[in-house]
């Protein structure tokens, strides 16, 4: 079992910016894949941004939803099994509960609580 706790979540206005923090606990040698994905009242859960550890290449490769490219980055501490997503330049349509997800290779096994982001005009 993996259990995520995400924080870093809350009230900014339009413009501003935001860190998530996702820490990994448990059986976290099945972290390789972690993600981020959002929910909006009303809608489906969507998917934000992705990062996946090669243990053979040391190296991570991220992956990133259209509307998010170039506002958004993740990143991921692997000696702390935690993972960021930082959001910069944010808009009232980036209002969502965030969660964070993980898995050992191409799926999310384990989910997180989510927290909420709320931005303003």
């Known amino acids: 079992q993996v259990q995520l706790v995400e924080s870093g979540g809350g009230l900014v206005q339009a413009g501003g910016s935001l860190r998530l923090s996702c820490a990994a606990s448990g059986r976290t040698f099945s972290s390789s894949l972690m993600g981020w994905f959002r929910q909006a009242p009303g809608k489906e859960r969507e998917f934000v941004a992705s990062i996946r550890w090669s243990w053979s290449a040391s190296s991570s490769t991220t992956n990133y939803a259209d509307s998010v490219k170039r506002r958004f980055t993740i990143s991921r501490d692997n000696a702390r099994n935690t993972a960021y997503l930082q959001m910069n330049s944010l808009k009232p349509e980036d209002t969502a509960v965030y969660y964070c997800?993980?898995?050992?290779?191409?799926?999310?096994?384990?989910w997180g609580q989510g927290t909420q982001v709320t931005v303003s005009s």
């Open positions: 997800a993980v898995g050992p290779g191409s799926a999310y096994d384990y």
